[in-house]
């Protein structure tokens, strides 16, 4: 296995991306430069909700709707009481986001409980925090009554917060590290099944308060090697515009750059993977798409999902 590295946008239109429990559940924002954020933990919970759904073993996650501790699940997944590091390699088999993302687990050293009391395995995919690339307006309304009155005297209905971004196209830059892939027993269908997670788990987890988010751009960059990295593909691409956007078809995207520093490195590509939604334009492709912006042998790399 390879480094890779990936770009991932989607957008929010009317809806919440990530609220900040310490904010009152608003969207999480750069205020000063009016960027909307997004941790890499809830993409993180995005993917891990769509592998199970898909009936792939989770380590985080709930049993019968209920939330477990760390070694109730681990016990769960062995399927005995005591659980060691002896018993690591039934877990990375079963835990597909173990391989994926790594974890902290309450495993003993060995059988006489010496040597420590968890097992920390980092893990090879990781992801920055997501940020908009255009300027992000929070909705003017939030207030919303409930026709459910929460105390029995008040007769009006509850009240309560409920804050949107009016549209927010959202960048992720993430990696996949070939060293730390072989302590978590990472594999290649692992990274085909994160590629079809990532382009499908958002719309389909949708909720009240998610739903008007939609993937609009993937690339996925295979190296020859486990050493190449080449830096954060957001600090490549742009917007025509950033300010005042409302709708994808609205958002003009700038990649040439992205593009420049994929042929000038094509050496050391070994497939680029990209998928891209209609109703996004690439403005500086020749074709409006991803595959427009490349020209020459890097060509014979670009694989469309």
Request: charged share 30%.
């Amino acid at each position: 296995m390879n480094n890779s590295e990936l770009l991932f946008i989607y957008d929010a239109k009317m809806c919440n991306p990530n609220g900040d429990p310490d904010d009152e559940n608003r969207p999480r924002m750069d205020y000063e430069r009016q960027r909307n954020l997004v941790s890499d933990v809830r993409l993180k919970r995005y993917i891990r909700d769509y592998l199970e759904d898909m009936g792939y073993g989770i380590f985080v996650s709930k049993q019968e709707d209920k939330v477990v501790d760390a070694d109730t699940r681990l016990k769960d997944v062995v399927g005995k009481g005591k659980v060691t590091k002896d018993d690591l390699p039934v877990i990375l088999d079963k835990l597909i986001d173990v391989r994926l993302f790594g974890a902290t687990m309450p495993i003993k050293a060995d059988e006489s409980g010496r040597g420590g009391s968890s097992i920390a395995l980092t893990g090879p995919v990781q992801f920055t925090w997501g940020y908009s690339l255009n300027k992000v307006n929070l909705v003017d309304s939030n207030g919303i009554t409930s026709h459910f009155s929460s105390r029995t005297e008040n007769q009006q209905g509850a009240m309560g917060k409920d804050y949107r971004v009016y549209y927010s196209l959202l960048a992720f830059h993430g990696i996949i590290s070939a060293k730390r892939s072989q302590y978590t027993k990472l594999k290649d269908t692992d990274i085909e099944l994160l590629d079809q997670a990532i382009l499908k788990a958002i719309p389909l987890q949708a909720t009240r308060s998610k739903i008007g988010q939609y993937p609009r751009l993937y690339v996925r960059v295979e190296y020859e090697d486990d050493q190449t990295f080449l830096g954060d593909f957001r600090d490549m691409v742009s917007l025509e515009s950033a300010e005042g956007l409302r709708d994808t078809t609205e958002a003009r995207l700038k990649a040439s750059l992205l593009a420049g520093k994929l042929i000038s490195n094509e050496g050391r590509i070994a497939h680029v993977y990209w998928w891209q939604d209609d109703e996004l334009t690439i403005a500086d492709s020749r074709n409006g798409k991803f595959d427009g912006l490349f020209e020459g042998e890097i060509n014979n790399k670009l694989i469309r999902l």
